[in-house]
């Protein structure tokens, strides 16, 4: 591939059609959009290495937090933002924050369960009770848990670090019904 068919390809990635606007009209890179740069980024450096370089053993853990991030967010968007919002700030009184909040920071394997499963009933979150359902989202692999669970527990102020597919499988295995 040579300089011009990559800057092509990087602009195509950067710039989908239907691109997100912000307040004044000015395009600004969606989720997906960051997703297809940061892929095209891997390929394209791919595609420039050496034979040795391509021989290494797994991505650096940096990289794979990168790419726990990326696709964690990815499915929030999907699957937790219409109810916890974009910003984790939750809605009112009727669904819980995810950002800053201390239920999260005490119940790490609960919320790994309450994304697979569900919630039904009540749960209390910096001092607010909250009683709407939340529906589980079983069709989640453990990796996919895994990431969304690693972009919420560091997305907005919280900064918990990379949970691993490891900790979601003990986890599933042990504490989950």
Known sequence: MDRNQGASILFAAAHPSGSDLDRHGIEVMNVRSKSNVFWFL???????ATKSETQSPAPSEHEEFARYMMEGGELYNLHCA????????????VFPPLDNADYMEANLSQVICLIKNGLRGEIVVNGISFSEPMPGAPQLTHLELAQVT???????SNKKGMITLGKVEVVLQSSCE
């Open 42 to 48: 891997v390929l394209l450096h791919a595609g420039c």
């Open 150 to 156: 690693t972009y919420i527990y560091n997305a907005w």
């Open 82 to 93: 219409n109810c916890h919002q974009h910003s984790g700030k939750g809605l009112g009184k």
